[in-house]
């Protein structure tokens, strides 16, 4: 079985999928489960959509009809059967009056959904119909092998053709009508979709076809089903021209992919006979040449810091994932350099195990702001801020710690306590109220005067079964 097209509800909650086994269901975005597998054509099913109001969804079949399905009962509501060929897509208009299906002879219907089907049109292209897209109620955009054609439905005449976008292997219009994209031979195109004049253009390496094409509902992404180094789904941002996410886990080639409304999904069918759902709001790794080795996330979750074993560091915007700066540090256990961002995201501090410095940069400028020579006899464990980052502690293997005021760049003081031979500290951190800091490890807890060196107190006989709150 190959699943062929999707589309999600309006309120996203659902997504409805057709198959080569002829089989229209229904899932569960949330749970991923199938509600219900409605039964009806006798042959592949090419494409699906739902009205704009929610309460219906149609599927267009490789047996000649167009069906209506009750989103809510999955019963089936009619059937058009006035097609002579395969019918590869269905589109309701944006104000859910009327159907527009496209065939392999090259026939477009355009019909009203009531019941008896009054008001049929027959739009007629050179070859057969790769897809259709309203851009008005009354404003029907079709995409045949090679060209575009633009109709008036209220005159059943096309008023605008272009034939020099190519071949088209697939072809989508933005919700807007402001742009539309297409596949030709391995070459992706935007396009200006009122002069029609080339936007901008990327090429697949070695060239291979891109599958399927998809605007966001903003108009503002692109999604492209790509094959050149394997299934994979690409997001691009149409107006940067950039690649904002690449999506790999299909076996097979993808067949169709649609945004959710809220563009925060990406919907992906395959001939593997899966669908996949793709979260877009967890950025691409930045960078693509390289693995990761290290990230922080900042308190304020406006920022994120990655490593690399080449020594890279990046600092990037959440969100829009704009570099803010990149820099290389000079290190010889690049894989097990740590990184934390203090509170208020005003420092990154980067150290690692055979570090005798604790390096700290501006956070927003990477400028460096200090380099802290701890005087530990062991390396450094972890690193705490205080939330006024006005001092720093460090933890490290052996039971040892320090204290630094960050602006004389001093050390407050310097404690030890005895711990077990493999129970070194793992985490160290300030209360609330900057006073005590508390540290960690896996058999005990204590606490330090952040003013004089001070053990306030020690717990001992930590298990993970005991919680401080």
Not at 311 to 322: N, T
């Amino acid at each position: 079985m190959i699943c062929l097209c999707v589309a999600f509800s309006p309120d996203e909650r659902r997504l409805v999928s057709g198959s080569s086994d002829g089989t229209v269901r229904l899932w569960n975005v949330q749970t991923g489960a199938v509600l219900r597998a409605m039964a009806g054509h006798s042959d592949w099913v090419r494409s699906v959509a739902y009205s704009p109001d929610g309460r219906f969804f149609a599927s267009a079949s490789d047996d000649k009809t167009v069906r209506i399905w009750d989103a809510a009962t999955g019963l089936q509501v009619s059937v058009y059967s006035g097609h002579s060929e395969w019918v590869l897509c269905v589109v309701f208009s944006p104000d859910g009056v009327r159907i527009a299906s496209g065939d392999q002879s090259g026939e477009v219907h355009v019909w009203s959904t009531d019941a008896t089907h009054r008001s049929v049109k027959v739009l007629e292209t050179s070859t057969r119909v790769e897809s259709l897209a309203y851009i008005r109620a009354d404003r029907l955009v079709v995409s045949s092998r090679g060209s575009i054609r633009i109709f008036e439905l209220e005159t059943d005449s096309h008023t605008e053709q272009h034939d020099h976008l190519g071949e088209l292997d697939a072809f989508a219009m933005a919700p807007d009508g402001s742009l539309a994209a297409s596949s030709t031979d391995g070459d992706l195109s935007v396009w200006n979709a009122r002069k029609w004049t080339k936007q901008w253009t990327t090429k697949s390496s070695p060239p291979k076809p891109f599958t399927s094409i998809s605007f966001s509902p903003d108009s503002a992404l692109l999604a492209v089903a790509s094959g050149d180094t394997g299934p994979s789904c690409e997001v691009w941002d149409v107006w940067t021209e950039k690649r904002t996410h690449r999506f790999k886990g299909h076996a097979q080639e993808v067949t169709a992919l649609q945004f959710s409304p809220d563009r925060s999904l990406l919907a992906s069918a395959s001939d593997d006979a899966t669908i996949r759902l793709w979260d877009l709001r967890v950025a691409e790794s930045p960078r693509n040449d390289t693995i990761t080795t290290g990230l922080a996330l900042s308190p304020l979750g406006t920022m994120f810091a990655t490593s690399s074993p080449d020594g890279a560091i990046e600092v990037r915007r959440v969100g829009s994932d704009e570099l803010a700066w990149s820099s290389r540090v000079e290190h010889s256990d690049i894989p097990s350099l740590a990184m934390v961002i203090s509170p208020g995201d005003k420092f990154l501090a980067l150290h690692g195990p055979s570090d005798a410095a604790v390096r700290v940069l501006d956070l927003q400028s990477g400028q460096p702001y200090a380099s802290i020579e701890h005087t530990m006899a062991r390396s450094i464990r972890h690193v705490s801020f205080r939330s006024d980052c006005g001092q720093v502690v460090f933890v490290g293997w052996g039971g040892e710690a320090e204290l630094w005021d960050m602006g004389s760049r001093t050390r407050v003081w310097n404690s030890y306590w005895e711990v077990g031979q493999f129970d070194d500290c793992v985490r160290v951190a300030f209360s609330p109220r900057n006073d005590l800091v508390a540290w960690l490890t896996e058999s005990f807890l204590g606490l330090l005067d952040t003013i004089v060196i001070r053990d306030r107190s020690t717990v001992s006989e930590w298990t993970q079964k005991t919680v401080i709150i």
